[in-house]
């Protein structure tokens, strides 16, 4: 009986992981084009030299820094919202969110071979890849299931759903 009662809850948590596994995926080659835009493609060599000098809980340091320096940020977009600037507190959340897992994507290329020099955070990064794989499993009927309600091929209550959706959207255009 708890078990039913969680899967929604386990169900939106996977989609929350999987939204940020997402962006991790897709900022990291954006911040790589960037990089190669502008010159920080020397700091990024540089910075891996400067890695490779250190210890590898020294690393875990740079590898924290980028989203402790984003923070205030975040206490802004919060400030903003609790005055009521709802558009400036979500644009200042969105952008501290894009911010912050393009830095963090591109710290972590950099960081990755020394972090994982530590047993446990190699244990950790094995944890986070086995949860990100269970959760897309977890997703994916759900997943599967809005696409068959979208593209009509579900059961005859989705499909006829769907008819409706798209005759009121029809009767809507009509009546402008």
Do not use: C
């Not at 210890?55 to 820094?65: G, K, R």
């Not at 071979?113 to 997703?139: D, G, I, N, T």
């Amino acid at each position: 009986m708890l078990r039913r009662l969680l899967q929604p809850f386990w169900v939106l948590l996977a989609i929350i992981f999987l939204i940020e596994a997402w962006l991790w995926d897709h900022l990291e080659p954006i911040v790589a084009r960037v990089v190669a835009a502008i010159p920080l493609r020397a700091l990024k060599h540089w910075l891996a030299a400067q890695i490779d000098t250190l210890s590898p809980p020294l690393t875990l340091v740079v590898f924290v820094v980028p989203p402790v320096l984003l923070f205030p940020l975040k206490l802004v977009a919060l400030w903003l919202l609790t005055h009521h600037h709802f558009m400036g507190g979500a644009a200042t959340v969105l952008f501290a969110k894009f911010v912050g897992l393009g830095v963090t994507a591109f710290v972590f290329d950099v960081t990755r071979p020394k972090l994982l020099q530590m047993a446990w955070f190699s244990r950790l990064y094995q944890a986070v890849l086995s949860l990100r794989a269970r959760a897309s499993e977890l997703v994916e009927p759900v997943k599967q299931r809005v696409l068959d309600v979208v593209r009509g091929n579900g059961d005859r209550w989705s499909s006829r759903f769907w008819r409706l959706i798209l005759r009121f959207r029809k009767s809507v255009q009509e009546a402008r």
